[in-house]
T-cell receptor
Framework: GNSVTQMEGPVTLSEEAFLTINCTYTATGYPSLFWYVQYPGEGLQLLLKATKADDKGSNKGFEATYRKETTSFHLEKGSVQVSDSAVYFCALSVLGGATNKLIFGTGTLLAVQP | AAGVIQSPRHLIKEKRETATLKCYPIPRHDTVYWYQQGPGQDPQFLISFYEKMQSDKGSIPDRFSAQQFSDYHSELNMSSLELGDSALYFC????????????FGPGTRLTVT
């Protein structure tokens, strides 16, 4: 079946530290991969995406590379800020009927301390 | 830019009551998805619609039903509410041809007491 596994949190970092949140997936076919971010009390925001192998998604200093050989899509940021504190969800998109539903990982809470 | 609109934002119901959640997609988006996020959980896909037809169905209880209307807005109807239905319900929309990229609304927080 299709599933997403991401590292458990919470992840606590000091400001300007390097961030890695691991994400691996299992899927039939060729899924698209996403990172969504959820700030406290808010909805889900698309952070970045990659639609095929070796694609690198990037946004707001965050990056993730679609690695087909390792079935991974790890999220990285070189220098985190307090404002990056949020829950991060890795997700894949699979075709169901005429539309693509998202399958999410369990989420990783990131807490950045000043 | 216009975003997905959900109403109401908060809803409190008692057990066995019914609830209706509404979703207005981004203009020119023809596909709508519903997700349920329990406390501390990841969002779970419930159901999707394209061009007013149900496209895919996930873990949606039989007590729930949904539809998409001619103006593309969608409604999720929930009956015989249970305490376990308390969750954040998200609607997302996309354009069919790029349906892998979904834009989420702010969610409706349903509390069942």
């Amino acid at each position: 079946g299709n599933s997403v596994t991401q590292m458990e949190g919470p992840v606590t970092l000091s400001e300007e530290a390097f961030l890695t949140i691991n994400c691996t997936y299992t899927a039939t076919g060729y899924p698209s991969l996403f990172w969504y971010v959820q700030y406290p009390g808010e909805g889900l925001q698309l952070l970045l995406k990659a639609t095929k192998a070796d694609d690198k998604g990037s946004n707001k200093g965050f990056e993730a590379t679609y690695r087909k050989e390792t079935t991974s899509f790890h999220l990285e940021k070189g220098s985190v800020q307090v404002s990056d504190s949020a829950v991060y969800f890795c997700a894949l998109s699979v075709l169901g009927g005429a539309t693509n539903k998202l399958i999410f990982g369990t989420g990783t809470l990131l807490a950045v301390q000043p | 830019a216009a975003g997905v609109i959900q109403s109401p934002r908060h809803l409190i119901k008692e057990k066995r009551e019914t609830a209706t959640l509404k979703c207005y997609p981004i203009p020119r988006h023809d596909t709508v998805y519903w997700y349920q996020q329990g406390p501390g959980q990841d969002p779970q896909f419930l159901i999707s619609f394209y061009e007013k037809m149900q496209s895919d169905k996930g873990s949606i209880p039989d007590r729930f039903s949904a539809q998409q209307f001619s103006d593309y807005h969608s409604e999720l109807n929930m009956s015989s509410l249970e305490l376990g239905d308390s969750a954040l319900y998200f609607c997302a929309s996309s354009q069919y041809l790029s349906s892998y990229e979904q834009y989420f609304g702010p969610g409706t927080r349903l509390t069942v007491t």
